[in-house]
């Protein structure tokens, strides 16, 4: 499958632990310990319907945080910040 590398790696068996999470920009492997990510990472997901040129195809992608803050620098509107009082 395209992209193979930059997919997330789910380990075998009944509980699916969440073994390897790759940022599809740069390639750099992702902090994972028992099953949970221990770093920050953007996952996208884009289904692309009618009027697009990627009719009925769905993107699913991770960036680290430094990958993250390259993309958004780029924006020409850049991206609305507020302060989280509660984190989860």
Do not use: W
């Not at 509980?15 to 940022?23: A, G, I, Q, S, T």
């Not at 599809?24 to 996208?44: A, D, P, S």
Request: proline residues 1%; glycine residues 10%; aromatic residues 12%.
């Amino acid at each position: 499958m395209k992209g193979e590398k930059g997919m997330r790696r789910y380990g075998d068996g009944q509980d699916r632990m969440l073994m390897k999470v790759v940022c599809n920009k740069c390639g750099r492997q992702l902090k994972v310990e028992n099953g949970y990510l221990k770093e920050f990472c953007f996952t996208g997901d884009a289904a692309f319907g009618y009027f697009s040129h990627k009719d009925g195809t769905v993107h699913h992608f991770d960036l680290c945080e430094d990958c993250y803050d390259d993309l958004t620098a780029q924006f020409a509107v850049p991206v609305e910040e507020v302060q989280e009082l509660e984190m989860l």
